[in-house]
């Protein structure tokens, strides 16, 4: 601590001495001055009236006995709303964190459940949608194709859609025969039929196998999730374009060149020259290929409407010990799962402090600010 | 016997046993009656100095005494003695009262001195009081507040420091320039 001055220091004990004495004691001149000065202020201290001395006094006596306000219910009305609005606020808010962790926490599972949905501007990421997240989409209506394109045939109500699937399953090992045996019992069962598969098995190399399939396309759903329950699903794919207009085009032109025929072949009835008979055979001909052509084309648009392209890879999963059907159960799934719901958790922790602690440092701020500026306001009042 | 000590004492014996320390470790469970026995006629005093308005003085001691008992549990003796801390208070209060008024009162009348001197004293007594009571109307607010607490409150150098938040030499300093002041508009006004 700084030492007072020599000066100072002698006056202000002068000073105390007198007020201690209760009279001049100093020899100098300057100091009895002081020290009259200080013994007339503290005489000149004003004293306190007895009536409110022995009022102040039996309130201590009972420790400031709290008087009895009326209560007015309209504030304390709009303090409970406040803090309802706040706590709704604060609620709200929490909520946000939570769902925003959890969107980002497993937007592979998201972007699959929104997908059921069904709508159009969803359906995209369901089509694409890596499978973690085995059958949780599999019941989804696949999505109609968009109809801005050159298939776009207005007024028609019955639409062509040709439909396809890529499937990609993973079981273990020494599953995977039973598992490819499975895929042709569930084809069947949905009145499918199996176009091609190869399956690859054995200790060298790699195992799986391929399947093309085609299942009627108004029970593709259920014979998707059925095959998808036969192991876990590592990746799935739709789509769906619109023939409609090839199969309107085909058909139309059928229909003309069937007319033609039956024209030409009254006119050939009506010949009356070889050489005109000879023209018009040459032209049925090629009527006739013309039908058959269109014929042809309208099978297969029929085929492929009436049936959906499923392709189906088989690969071996390598944890033998886990189960065919994707579920879990197993200490690693546990501790897996385990992890994820603590990354979770810290994530939503993080964001919480992320919004918490800035707000207590602005609180703390303002709270030093309002401090200061209600001192300095005090202080003002002695100006 | 003094008035006012017999007052005290009454009161002490009274409340004594009722009242809660102010603090666990505060001199030994001193008890916020001890302190307000104690304090409460220089609080007073200081209080009436600074807004010169006995009604006023009255309420705002009062409600000093009351915040400080209602806040005793948070008293930290580390922050400063006990006095410090209820002159802290009486004076946080006070100066929302001279805020609120925006004005300065002049006491309505003149205090009853119970130490009155002897009546061929009196003259020249009254004289001199009249002479440092328009002195005092020389200094600034912050000077008053300072002579009110070192003469009417009776706080020692250090404790005044507490109350204004300085160190004690730097208070030592300003009261002596206070002082010194004062003693020239004294001459001046003689």
């Given at each position: ?162 439909r396809s699937a890529s499937l ?15 895929i042709?019992?569930v084809t069947?069962?949905y009145?499918g039929f199996v176009l ?15 399947f093309e399939l085609r299942i009627p396309a108004?029970?593709l759903?259920?014979a998707l999730?059925?095959l998808a ?7 799935r794919s739709q ?68 049936y959906a392209a499923v392709s189906l890879s ?70 | ?190």
């Amino acid at each position: 601590m700084k030492p007072l001055d020599p000066v100072i220091d002698n006056d202000l004990k002068a000073i105390d001495s007198a007020l201690r004495d209760g009279r001049v004691t100093a020899t100098d001149q300057d100091a009895r001055e002081l020290q009259e000065l200080a013994l007339l202020l503290e005489s000149d201290a004003e004293r306190p009236d007895p009536a409110f001395a022995g009022e102040l006094d039996r309130r201590v006596q009972h420790g400031f006995p709290r008087e009895r306000k009326r209560r007015v219910r309209l504030p304390r009305l709009r303090v409970t709303r406040l803090g309802a609005a706040s706590g709704v606020a604060v609620a709200a808010v929490l909520a946000g964190l939570v769902v925003v962790s959890l969107d980002s926490g497993d937007d592979e599972t998201t972007s699959a459940l929104r997908t059921g949905g069904g709508g159009a501007e969803s359906a995209p990421r369901a089509l694409q949608a890596p499978d973690g997240a085995a059958g949780k989409s599999i019941g989804i209506v696949p999505p109609e194709p968009l109809r801005g394109g050159g298939n776009f045939v207005p007024g028609n109500r019955e639409r062509h859609i040709e439909r396809s699937a890529s499937l990609t399953l993973a079981a273990p090992g020494d599953e995977l025969d039973r598992v490819a045996d499975r895929i042709a019992v569930v084809t069947d069962r949905y009145g499918g039929f199996v176009l091609s598969s190869q399956v690859t098995s054995g200790e060298d190399g790699a195992s799986g196998g391929t399947f093309e399939l085609r299942i009627p396309a108004s029970r593709l759903q259920p014979a998707l999730r059925d095959l998808a329950a036969l192991g876990d699903v590592r990746s799935r794919s739709q789509s769906g374009e619109d023939v409609t207009r090839e199969v309107v085009t085909a058909a139309d032109r059928l229909q003309a060149a069937r007319a033609e025929r039956k024209s030409l072949l009254r006119r050939l009835e009506n010949a009356t020259t070889d050489t005109e008979a000879e023209a018009l055979r040459r032209r049925l001909d090629l009527n006739a290929m013309e039908i058959r052509g269109l014929r042809s084309q309208l099978r297969d648009l029929g085929l492929r409407t009436n049936y959906a392209a499923v392709s189906l890879s088989l690969v071996e999963d390598g944890e033998s010990e886990g189960s065919v059907g994707g579920g879990s159960g197993t200490l690693d799934d546990a501790v897996d799962d385990a992890l994820d719901s603590l990354v979770g958790s810290l994530g939503i922790v993080l964001r919480v402090l992320g919004i918490a602690v800035p707000l207590g440092l602005l609180a703390t701020v303002a709270w030093a600010s309002a401090r200061v500026l209600r001192r300095r306001r005090r202080e003002a009042a002695l100006s | 016997m003094d008035p006012s000590r017999e007052r005290n004492e009454s009161v002490n014996e009274a409340i004594a046993d009722r009242m809660p320390p102010l603090a666990d470790d505060v001199r030994a469970g001193e008890s916020f009656a001890s302190l307000y026995e104690r304090s409460f006629p220089k609080v007073y005093a200081y209080v009436a100095s600074l807004l010169r308005d006995r009604a006023a003085a009255e309420d705002v001691a009062a409600q000093a005494f009351e915040r400080a008992y209602r806040k005793r549990r948070g008293y930290k003796p580390s922050k400063g003695s006990p006095e410090a801390w209820i002159f802290g208070i009486a004076r946080n209060a006070a100066l929302d009262e001279l805020r609120r008024r925006k004005r300065r009162a002049v006491l309505e009348t003149d205090p009853e001195d119970p130490a009155a001197p002897a009546p061929d004293e009196h003259a020249d007594f009254l004289l001199r009081r009249e002479v440092v009571r328009a002195a005092l109307g020389q200094l600034s607010g912050q000077e008053r507040d300072l002579v009110s607490l070192k003469f009417a409150g009776g706080l020692s150098n250090a404790e005044i420091a507490e109350v204004l938040g300085l160190s004690e030499s730097n208070a030592g300093t300003r009261l002596h320039r206070t002082i010194t002041k004062l003693r020239k508009a004294c001459h001046e006004a003689a």
